[in-house]
């Protein structure tokens, strides 16, 4: 069971603002930062956001990343066909002193 | 920007020893800030951490896989490896190597191998 709980699945349509959440706890997102990977079909994972908020280098600005307490949340506006994927968030865990990740959500653009 | 290349065998027996390698280019695995780590995914599955060697020579392990890991660096070629005792077939899966620095952690990554289990 991942330490990280996220909603399995989300789904929307192109032009779409859609929300994924990442709940964790004190000892992880609760003190220090979340972080999303975005893996496309049969790629490796790629960092989008980090430190909560902000966006790597290249990312486009319709990916954003916000924190609440334990929470994060990665939301992408103007949903486009080439979002289809699995979106993942991490952190690391001061009580297990080391990284854990999400169980991954799977985006899907009808 | 750094560039990683796992490298090892695809198919292992059960109750053997996995050892994968992950070659760096582009810079240095000296490069202070920076720490070099291992994730699986399993088939269909989510990704799972499995352990982290850092500049300053802490190497930090999944508590889940601790007894069956070491990750160790070979700063002459730039690479740093993996080691995973005792493989039963719930550790196919495929293997990540990656690198980031903390504020961007996991930032590159190699593009994965495929490791199955089976007799």
């Known amino acids: 069971q991942p330490v990280l709980i996220q909603t399995p699945t989300a789904s929307g349509t192109p032009g779409q603002r859609v929300t994924i959440s990442c709940s964790g706890s004190?000892?992880?997102?609760?003190?220090?930062?979340a972080n999303w990977y975005q893996q496309l079909p049969g790629t490796a994972p790629k960092l989008l956001i980090y430190a909560n908020t902000q966006r790597r280098s290249g990312v486009p600005d319709r990916f954003s990343g916000s924190k609440s307490d334990t929470s994060a949340s990665l939301a992408i506006s103007g949903l486009q066909s080439e979002d289809e994927g699995d979106y993942y968030c991490?952190?690391?865990?001061?009580?297990?002193?080391?990284?854990?990740f999400g169980g991954g959500t799977k985006l899907t653009v009808l | 920007q750094l560039q990683l290349q796992e490298s090892g065998p695809g198919l292992v027996k059960p109750s053997e020893t996995l050892f994968l390698t992950c070659s760096v280019s582009?810079?240095?695995?000296?490069?202070?800030?920076?720490?070099w780590g291992w994730i699986r995914q399993p088939p269909g599955k989510g990704l799972e951490w499995i352990g982290t060697?850092?500049?300053?020579?802490?190497?930090f392990y999944n508590p889940s896989l601790k007894s069956q890991v070491t990750i160790s660096v070979d700063t002459s070629n730039n690479q740093f490896s993996l080691r995973l005792n005792s493989m039963t077939a719930a550790d196919t899966a495929v293997y990540y190597c990656a690198t980031g620095r903390g504020i961007t952690p996991f930032e590159f990554w190699g593009q994965g191998t495929v490791v199955t289990v089976s007799s």
């Open positions: 582009g810079g240095s695995i000296r490069t202070t800030n920076y720490y």
């Open positions: 004190r000892s992880n997102i609760g003190s220090t930062t």
């Open positions: 060697f850092y500049y300053t020579g802490s190497t």
């Open positions: 991490a952190a690391w865990d001061d009580s297990l002193n080391g990284w854990v």
